[in-house]
Nanobody, 124 residues
Framework: VQLQAFGGGLVQAGDSLRLSCVAT????????MGWFRQAPGKERKFVAA????????SYADSVKGRFAISRDNAKNTVYLQMNSLTPEDTAIYYC??????????????????WGQGTKVTVSS
């Protein structure tokens, strides 16, 4: 499985961005998908995840109410809509394919495949 994330960039505080991640796999719809982020000098952390059929989602407390994860199984694509961005959201964002169908898995080793990351920089 290959995952390619894109959509990052340099924005100002308060702006929005939408990240996309395309998977080259025919069984995309069987798996949960997640987004993680890694700030400079820090460990990779869970951001959001979505169930294989979009029936449920989960979010880190730090992004709840501002970010929204969605997916289009027909396009093998998962999205992360990020609103009200702050400098604390600056990081490299990674999409990942879960080993499970549910979105309630928050550790990096719960995910089997990773994209290359897309950089998000939020200026104050």
């Amino acid at each position: 499985v290959q995952l390619q994330a894109f959509g990052g960039g340099l924005v100002q505080a308060g702006d929005s961005l939408r990240l996309s991640c395309v998977a080259t796999v025919g069984t995309f719809s069987r798996y949960g998908m997640g987004w993680f982020r890694q700030a400079p000098g820090k460990e990779r952390k869970f951001v959001a995840a979505i169930e294989s059929g979009s029936r449920s989602t989960s979010y880190a407390d730090s992004v709840k109410g501002r970010f929204a994860i969605s997916r289009d199984n027909a396009k093998n694509t998962v999205y992360l809509q990020m609103n009200s961005l702050t400098p604390e959201d600056t990081a490299i964002y990674y999409c990942a394919r879960s080993k499970y169908s549910s979105p309630y898995h928050y550790k990096t080793n719960d995910y089997a495949d990773w994209g290359q990351g897309t950089k998000v920089t939020v200026s104050s």
